[in-house]
């Protein structure tokens, strides 16, 4: 078939993850309207495997949890540790660890909701949020502008390790006493 390693390349680069063959032969299927055999496709593969054992290309095509991937050669993985680093250095400023604490513990929450909390504007944290996936838009709500309501990802949740949104800290662990300064002191 004609553009065969050209449709399986695209499928396996533009998937975010592993990509099985049972996935790229019912993808192609649908596509172009007739069945497609498991053995044609995984011809296309080892065509594309041997393109990318090349030392012109940085990446290669790998088999990994049942799937197909594009990868990094191991040679490069030095410098991937690098930008890797330096974008770890990038934190997420007072304000916006302000807005996710008010989406993790409302959510779904507008924009509204988390002015109000705040008192101040809060779009360029919701962006900076919404850019480093650890919230997401998940609807709208009923009321007046039908405004967007905003919860937490599966990024949030793995980045503080936390397994539901019942393992935040209740709001009253945070509480202190009105007049108490420093530490109780034991009787």
Known sequence: MENLVLYVESL?????????????????????GQKIKAQ???????????????DVHSFEIIEIANGFQFMTKGAYYPLIAEHLKLESKKKLSRAALETL????????????TIES???????YSIQKLLDKELVEITGRED????PLLYSTTEKFMNHFG?????ELPKLKEFEQEENAIGLKEEE
Do not use: H, M, W
Request: proline residues 3%; charged residues 20%.
């Open 117 to 123: 909390i705040r008192g101040v504007n809060c779009d």
């Open 162 to 166: 936390l397994k539901s949104l019942n």
């Open 12 to 32: 396996i680069f533009a998937s975010g993850k592993a990509i099985t063959l049972k996935d790229i032969c019912a993808s192609l299927t649908a596509y172009l």
């Open 101 to 112: 604490a008010i989406v993790s513990y409302k959510q779904p929450a507008t924009k509204t």
């Open 40 to 54: 044609e496709v995984q011809n296309a593969i080892d065509q594309l495997k041997e393109k990318y054992q090349s």
């Open 143 to 146: 009321g007046p502008g039908r």
